[in-house]
């Protein structure tokens, strides 16, 4: 069973940064999608982003604002996240799903982002 630890939330001003940090338990970026979803209180999670092997797709509303970038030797992938607005303030999940022949599907266990003055 492979574990995705998240790391990097807290609490920033508006238009500050923040990078989030997933790192697996094992050697499997080569053959997953990552995605990156929020939750704000009281609304459902979100899709913010999908990496995989070609391509990284955002949601228009992080567009320009948050990158997705790996790193393969860490078995790592980071969600770097510039302009911070309040209604960036959400839980955020970092998940592996496998690609093909690799049937697998695991979750980080979220990291709090606030974004206030």
């Known amino acids: 069973q492979v574990q995705l630890v998240e790391s990097g939330g807290g609490l920033v001003q508006p238009g500050g940064s923040l990078r989030l940090s997933c790192a697996a338990s094992?050697?499997?970026?080569?053959?997953?999608?990552m995605d990156w979803y929020r939750q704000a209180p009281g609304k459902e999670r979100e899709l913010v982003a999908t990496?995989?092997?070609?391509?990284?797709n955002y949601a228009d509303s992080v567009k320009g604002r948050f990158t997705v970038s790996r790193d393969n030797a860490k078995n790592t992938v980071y969600l770097q996240m510039n302009s911070l607005k309040p209604e960036d303030t959400a839980v955020y999940y970092c998940?592996?799903?496998?690609?093909?022949?690799?049937?697998?599907?695991?979750w980080g266990q979220g990291t709090q982002v606030t974004v206030s003055s």
């Open positions: 094992g050697n499997i970026l080569r053959i997953a999608v």
């Open positions: 990496m995989n092997s070609s391509s990284t």
């Open positions: 998940r592996f799903r496998g690609l093909g022949p690799w049937k697998f599907d695991y």
